[in-house]
């Protein structure tokens, strides 16, 4: 059984009409590690994650996150 947390600051939240913690973990994506099956959040519901997170950190992130996705589609 997968388990997904998230730690936020107090008085933010991760819960929008843009994201949903249950569609996450249907798109995450199986990594091997050691032997064992480790689900990883996308990069797509990362970055919905992040925006709606709204933190500036968060935001900061976005620009990265927005080039690994890239990466690869060439």
């Given at each position: 059984t997968a388990s997904f947390y998230m730690?936020?600051?107090?008085?933010?939240?991760?819960t929008g009409k843009d994201?949903?913690?249950?569609?996450?973990?249907?798109?995450?994506?199986i990594?091997?590690?050691?032997?064992?099956k480790l689900p990883v959040i996308s990069v797509v519901d990362l970055i919905k994650m992040k925006k709606v997170a709204g933190r500036e950190v968060d935001l900061n992130d976005i620009a990265g996150l927005k080039k690994i996705s890239r990466y690869g589609k060439k």
């Open positions: 730690t936020f600051t107090s008085g933010s939240s991760c994201f949903s913690f249950e569609q996450a973990i249907k798109n995450a994506i990594v091997p590690v050691d032997g064992l």
